[in-house]
């Protein structure tokens, strides 16, 4: 079973350029989230998503967009990318968002933004 | 604000036990989460606590009082893979994670 894949696994862009981080999940689970974790400090959300069709703004959703327009997948983009952006960004799924339903990660986006 | 309280690095023996603690402060509770996270890899969950007490998964153990706002995850017989960033998460009142920056755990030979 694949879990959860992440794409890219790395890359450098230029400041100024969009770029989407692509999220896809098999597990059929309703909730999907994104972080950054930055040196230092804990993991921090981005956006998230409770079901297909509705998305949430996390701690620090600025300069962030997704959609989830199915299930399954849950694309992070960056419209205009600053290299304060720079970090590894996961993504992730739940079953749901309470009970005891942890939260299982993709292998994660190393991004750099120069 | 909301603030989850790890120490930064430990240090321990093969076949030892380590202790290591989180507190928080957030606005509600809906669970507490370990996580370990070896380097450049994704985290993997460990454990889950919602009830005051101890949960026991083989060589893992976690422990929370919520009236104290603290917790910790007790690893016996430590092995060398274990060497690994510890990361604890408390479920806050809109049902999101709350993280620590994780603690550092170097298992010496």
């Known amino acids: 079973t694949a879990g959860i894949t992440q794409a890219p696994t790395s890359q450098i862009l230029a400041a100024g350029r969009s770029m989407t981080l692509r999220c896809t999940q098999d597990m059929r689970h309703n909730a999907m989230y994104w972080y950054r974790q930055d040196l230092g400090l804990g993991l921090r959300l981005i956006h998230y998503s409770n079901t297909a069709g509705t998305t949430g703004k996390g701690e620090v959703p600025d300069g962030y967009s997704v959609s989830r327009a199915n299930t399954d997948d849950f694309p992070l983009t960056l419209a205009s990318a600053v290299p304060s952006q720079t970090s590894v960004y996961f993504c992730a799924s739940s079953a749901a968002s309470g009970g005891y339903n942890e939260q299982f990660f993709g292998p994660g986006t190393r991004l750099t933004v120069l | 604000g909301q603030n989850i309280d790890q120490p930064t690095e430990m240090t321990a023996t093969e076949g030892a036990i380590v202790q290591i603690n989180c507190t928080y402060q957030t606005s509600g509770f809906n669970g507490l989460f370990w996580y370990q996270q070896h380097a450049g890899e994704a985290p993997t969950f460990l454990s889950y606590?919602?009830l005051d007490g101890l949960e026991e998964k083989g060589r893992f153990s976690s422990f929370l009082s919520r009236s104290k706002g603290y917790s910790y995850l007790l690893l016996k017989e430590l092995q060398m893979k274990d060497s690994a960033s510890y990361l604890c998460a408390v479920r806050d009142s809109n049902y999101q994670l709350i993280w620590g920056a994780g603690t550092k755990l170097i298992i010496k030979p």
């Open positions: 606590n919602v």
